[in-house]
């Protein structure tokens, strides 16, 4: 197990050095740079700046630089001196937005990732071992139809919902009335009224997919020869199923956590916009529209060095379950 640790660590090394580089490729490929998209939203607006204003302002930021000497400066402050520069669309160190709208991002997503396994556990073994009942059925197309129904579409839903038939304000995470009280009673109350719309929209989608793949996986498990031989020694069908073939089972679901880890930091992006949510998505998205180089770069580094770990505790979490992938 020791060795099989650290072939994946040192793996993990050149694989965090090579992303932080294309990481840095990619926010460069699209055409023009910031000072461009900069200078055409003034032009939008009615105001103008010349070109010698923007070349100027491309060697005030470092712009003009080979993108090599730019790599090395951004990744050396990064490992240096944790700085992950400065966004030029809001003037502000990106440390700084990125961590301010981080807690809340990871709250909701590690909310709707519990719930999702929640629901989609207990009702995928339930309908592999009442296969086509009248509830497998019903989980059928619950499953078809979280998976079928855009989020964005289920957002809008849930919020006339809310608005028309429970009277509740909708959009954000608090009422206006609340910004900046101190907390109490009420305030958390209001949280909760408002928390469950992005909660439900994240869970549903992958909760229907999950369901579909514990069900398939469990048909799989349930006719092979070491149920039938638990079931000969006596035990009941809660012990064995619950026992034997879950665990194998639910290798798939521990084999997401690379993916889930990425995706509690960055959240749904057009989720959180349509829902106004104050979370991350909304930043990186416009962060990329508006080619800041720096804050962009960050988010696609962060969720490169959260793929990578996340993949890394999914070897960890399979090998530990599974003694077959530990000895392979």
């Known amino acids: 197990m020791a060795n099989f640790l650290w072939r994946r660590l040192l793996w993990a090394i050149p694989t965090l050095i090579v992303v932080s580089f294309i990481s840095f490729i990619i926010i460069q490929l699209p055409p023009g740079d910031y000072v461009t998209a900069y200078a055409a939203e003034l032009r939008n607006s009615g105001e103008y700046i010349t070109a010698a204003q923007e070349d100027a302002i491309r060697t005030q930021l470092g712009l003009n630089d080979p993108i090599l000497v730019q790599y090395v400066r951004w990744i050396g402050n990064i490992l240096l001196h944790g700085d992950f520069g400065q966004s030029f669309h809001w003037n502000a160190p990106v440390s700084e937005l990125i961590w301010g709208r981080l807690a809340l991002t990871l709250l909701l997503s590690s909310l709707s990732l519990v719930f999702t396994w929640i629901i989609a556990i207990p009702i995928g073994v339930y309908s592999a071992q009442r296969q086509y009942s009248i509830l497998d059925y019903v989980f059928t197309v619950f499953g078809f139809l979280g998976k079928g129904i855009p989020d964005f579409l289920l957002a809008l839903i849930l919020m006339w919902i809310g608005f028309a038939w429970l009277n509740i304000d909708v959009g954000g995470l608090i009422s206006p009335r609340f910004e900046g009280a101190p907390l109490s009673l009420a305030k958390i109350g209001n949280i909760l009224e408002h928390v ?133």
Request: glycine residues 8%.
């Open 196 to 328: 469950w719309i992005p909660i439900v929209v994240l869970a549903t989608g992958g909760a229907a997919g999950l369901i579909r793949v514990m069900r398939a996986n469990m048909l799989d498990e349930l006719g092979k020869p070491y149920v039938e031989t638990a079931y000969a020694q006596g035990l009941s069908e809660r012990q064995v199923v619950w026992g034997y073939p879950v665990r194998v089972a639910l290798n798939p679901f521990i084999s997401t956590v690379g993916w889930a880890l990425p995706a509690l930091f960055s959240g749904d992006v057009i989720t959180a916009v349509v829902l106004n949510l104050p979370t991350t998505g909304p930043l990186m998205l416009q962060a990329l529209k508006m080619q800041d180089m720096y804050l962009a770069g960050a988010f696609i580094l962060i969720l490169s060095v959260f793929t990578v770990i996340g993949t890394l505790l999914s070897d960890i979490l399979l090998a530990w379950s599974d003694p077959r992938i530990r000895y392979a």
